[in-house]
C-alpha cells in the first residue's frame, strides 16, 4: 500500500522559514506527483504546490509563488516543501497526497493518497 508520512511543521514568527517533509513508500510506478496542500481553520484545502516524481516539474499556487520551493530527493522517496517569508496567513495544516501524473495538480479530489498533517503556525 501507498503511504505518506508528513513532518516538520512547527511554531515560527513572521518572517522565519520552515522546511515540511512528506516520505513516500510502497509506489509500483514512477507516474505519480506528490501535491502540498495547506488547510486554514475554518476554511477548504488549497493544493499549493505540486511536484512530478518522474520529471521534476513543479508548479505553484500564486499564493506561495516567490517563498514557498518544492523539490524532491527520489533516492530518499521525499519529497520537500521550503518555506521562506512565511506569514501569519500561512497558518494552517499542511497535507501532502500522491496522483497520478496529467491529473489537474491543485484538485484535491485526483488525489487518491494522503498523508496525516503537520500542523505551521506563523505568529505575527
Known amino acids: 500500500d501507498v503511504q505518506l508520512q508528513a513532518s516538520g511543521g512547527g511554531l515560527v514568527q513572521a518572517g522565519g522559514s520552515l522546511r515540511l517533509s512528506c516520505t513516500a513508500s510502497?509506489?509500483?510506478?514512477?507516474?505519480?506527483?506528490i501535491g502540498w496542500f495547506r488547510q486554514a481553520p475554518g476554511k477548504g484545502r488549497l493544493g499549493i504546490a505540486c511536484?512530478?516524481?518522474?520529471?521534476?516539474?513543479?508548479y505553484y499556487d500564486r499564493s506561495v509563488t516567490g517563498r514557498f520551493t518544492v523539490s524532491s530527493d527520489n533516492a530518499k522517496n521525499t519529497v520537500y516543501l521550503q518555506m521562506n517569508k512565511l506569514k501569519p496567513e500561512d497558518t494552517a495544516v499542511y497535507y501532502c497526497?500522491?496522483?497520478?501524473?496529467?491529473?489537474?495538480?491543485?484538485?484535491?479530489?485526483?488525489?487518491?493518497?494522503w498523508g496525516q498533517g503537520t500542523q505551521v503556525t506563523v505568529s505575527s
Open positions: 511536484i512530478g516524481h518522474s520529471d521534476g516539474r513543479t
Open positions: 510502497g509506489f509500483t510506478s514512477d507516474d505519480y506527483r
Open positions: 497526497a500522491a496522483s497520478p501524473t496529467g491529473s489537474s495538480w491543485y484538485t484535491m479530489h485526483e488525489y487518491d493518497y
